[in-house]
Nanobody
Framework: QVQLVESGGGLVQAGGSLRLSCAASGGIFRINAMSWYRQAPGKQRELVAAISSGGVTNYADSVKGRFTISRDNGKKTVYLQMNSLKPEDTGVYYC??????????WGQGTQVTVSS
């Protein structure tokens, strides 16, 4: 069983930055793929960024060049550095862990609000 706790969300003006953190407990963090999703009001949850156990990253086109996902296996934490934020980045951001056997775990989410 994996537990995930996100933090770092908040209210920021357009053009600003935030760094989200997701602390994991349980399981073997270093072998799990980690990702960030977001859900805006009235919209489906969408993938923002992902990082494999080997450190390979991929991003949604809408955030490429602005967001950076990283992981610290020693701290069992994955980060999402968000720069040049836009109002359309507003939403609840969720951390997700995928274990090699295929089970998926979600955090409770953290709210990000970008004002124009």
């Amino acid at each position: 069983q994996v537990q995930l706790v996100e933090s770092g969300g908040g209210l920021v003006q357009a053009g600003g930055s935030l760094r989200l953190s997701c602390a994991a407990s349980g399981g073997i963090f270093r072998i799990n793929a980690m990702s960030w999703y977001r859900q805006a009001p009235g919209k489906q949850r969408e993938l923002v960024a992902a990082i494999s156990s080997g450190g390979v990253t991929n991003y949604a086109d809408s955030v490429k060049g602005r967001f950076t996902i990283s992981r610290d296996n020693g701290k069992k934490t994955v980060y999402l550095q968000m720069n040049s934020l836009k109002p359309e980045d507003t939403g609840v951001y969720y951390c997700r862990s995928t274990v090699p056997a295929g089970s998926i775990y979600w955090g409770q989410g953290t709210q990000v609000t970008v004002s124009s």
